[in-house]
């Protein structure tokens, strides 16, 4: 084994991702990382300004990456931008579902407006984004997905309802979208995160109660860094993962684990 195998097995050079929710804290990163393994990077968010920012750090660190705004709530939005990257960049090698939203509140609180805005992100569009291009990957030889799930899919956490059940739905969809595009060569498989410091959790960083909690129930004893997903990302795009398909990876400072009495 030498440098050289190891390139073959994770480097991503010539290769295209799609990355969504890369302005955000966790989505950036791993576009990032991906572009730093050679991959032309496709960066969807909504805001077309930290997108931006985003592809400027990844040009500053001599990687290649490209602005693609897009609102993927909206379904024609999904169909339209798996075509314009296509178009400008190339097909797509490798999807990252990043994008993501939540909202904490009791049951007894969330309206179905509350839900319908979890649930068309978080899984509809992660639906039929991986629908529309597993499509063009199974067309050209193969493929490799990432479900951004979370550790809300396994454990259960008071005001976390809707993403959760979106989350855990993910889990499940990952086998099933493993199973049908096996023979395809698409590898679907979902890294979900513990507790990462970015906007979303800000709010349970910030609040002493909820920070002290994380801090004494997390083994690691630190929060996560959006950085720490990058290497589970890298071999989840690369031929590094060739073999593994349908399972859920939880990077989580080994929350799920179990605890200290
Ligand atoms: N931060 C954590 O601790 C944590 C833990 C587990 C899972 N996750 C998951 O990781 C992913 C990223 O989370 P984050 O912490 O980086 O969040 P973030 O709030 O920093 O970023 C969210 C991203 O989603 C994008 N987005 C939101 N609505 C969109 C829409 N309608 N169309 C297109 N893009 C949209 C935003 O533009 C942004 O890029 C999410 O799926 C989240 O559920 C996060």
Known sequence: MDRAFLEKLFGLEGKVALVTGASGG????????????????????????????????????????AVFPADLVDLGAIAALVERVSDRLGPID?????????????????????????????????????????????????GKIIQIGSLNAAYGLGTISVYGLTKAAI???????????????VQVNCLCPGFIETELTAPLWAAETTRRWLLERVPAKRAGQPGDLVGMTLYLASRASDFTTGQAFYVDGGFLAGGQW
Request: charged content about 20%; cysteine-free.
């Open 171 to 185: 889990v499940q969809l990952t086998k099933v979208q493993a199973v049908e595009w096996a023979r395809q060569n």
């Open 94 to 142: 490798v999807l990252v579902n990043g994008a993501g939203i939540n909202k904490r509140e009791p049951i007894q609180e969330v309206t179905p407006a509350t839900y319908a805005a979890i649930t068309d992100l978080n899984l509809r569009a992660v639906y039929f984004l991986s629908q529309a291009v597993a499509r063009a990957m199974a067309e050209r030889g193969g």
């Open 26 to 65: 966790i989505g950036r990163a791993l576009a990032h990382g991906l572009a730093m393994a050679g991959a032309t990077v496709a960066l969807n968010g909504r805001s077309e300004e930290k997108l931006a920012a985003a592809r400027q750090a990844i040009e500053a660190d001599g990687g290649r990456a």
